[in-house]
């Protein structure tokens, strides 16, 4: 859908601060509706002001002999995405130890908790489901903040475009039963999406692996996966518990 270029933004007195700037593909910009996705990501993620969701700082539009052109001006995260910590470990056929990936699901709460419980100005609830909770989305820095990115499908009671009935969006091995049926969803949703997350970080694997999509597709619908605690009898039966709530 976009570029993400790093871009430096200069003051008085030398200031510089070095950002992301997310720009919408040419081919892309034709479609009307993956624009007004675009600008209601920028309306969604600038009400969104948390340590552990990324920051949109400007939103606006240049215009040249080719068209308009929309972009964001994002906070920079310097590091890597959790699907890339992810992939290093499995490589290497090691675990990524239980503790860190306690950490870093609880950080991804505390961004979703405050982006669920968010309300307008007049205290009517906005409504917010981020229906892309994955591994890719999830950034780590160097420092060891941990960020949520990308509600370019995000779901919001105001927002611009709203999704066709039967239309799905998100990814697939994260969904749950009814974002796949298209039916409305709440916060619930990304709950179960971070328990995907949290059910591979501890089993080391993907969670749905058949080989034909439509199987993992049943599996999801039907609630057919293993208890965590079958994969890693040696986690506190507490996380066990923790996990398969979260796919309840």
């Known amino acids: 859908m976009a570029e993400v270029c790093l871009a430096k933004s200069f003051g008085v007195e030398g200031f510089q601060k070095v950002v992301a700037i997310k720009t919408i593909l040419p081919h892309i910009s034709e479609d009307e509706n993956f624009v007004t996705m675009f600008i209601d990501e920028a309306k969604i993620a600038a009400r969104l002001q948390h340590s552990n969701i990324c920051q949109i700082f400007d939103f606006g539009k240049i215009s040249d002999d080719f068209g308009d052109h929309l972009y964001q001006v994002m906070e920079y995260i310097p590091g890597f995405s959790l699907k890339h910590l992810e992939k290093t470990f499995w490589d290497k056929k090691e675990k990524i130890p239980v503790g860190v990936a306690m950490h870093i699901v609880a950080r991804v709460c505390e961004g979703l908790d405050y982006a669920h419980s968010l309300t307008d100005r007049d205290g009517r609830p906005l409504g917010i489901v981020h229906r892309d909770v994955t591994p890719a989305n999830i950034l780590i820095s160097i420092e ?3 960020k949520l990115i990308d509600f370019g499908i995000a779901k919001a009671a105001q927002r611009e475009t709203k999704t066709q009935a039967g239309i799905v969006k998100g990814k697939f091995g994260y969904m749950t039963p009814e974002q796949l049926q298209g039916k ?3 916060g619930r949703s990304d ?7 949290l ?6 694997r993907i969670m749905f692996r058949e080989a034909n999509e439509l199987d993992n ?5 039907n609630g057919d996966y293993d208890d965590i605690l079958k994969e890693r009898p040696d986690l506190d039966p507490e996380i066990g518990k923790v996990v398969m709530k979260a796919l309840a």
Do not use: M
């Open 184 to 186: 409305e969803l709440d």
């Open 191 to 197: 709950i179960f999406s971070l328990g995907v997350v």
């Open 199 to 204: 059910w591979e970080l501890l089993a080391n």
């Open 144 to 146: 060891g903040a941990v």
């Open 217 to 221: 597709l049943r599996k999801i619908l």
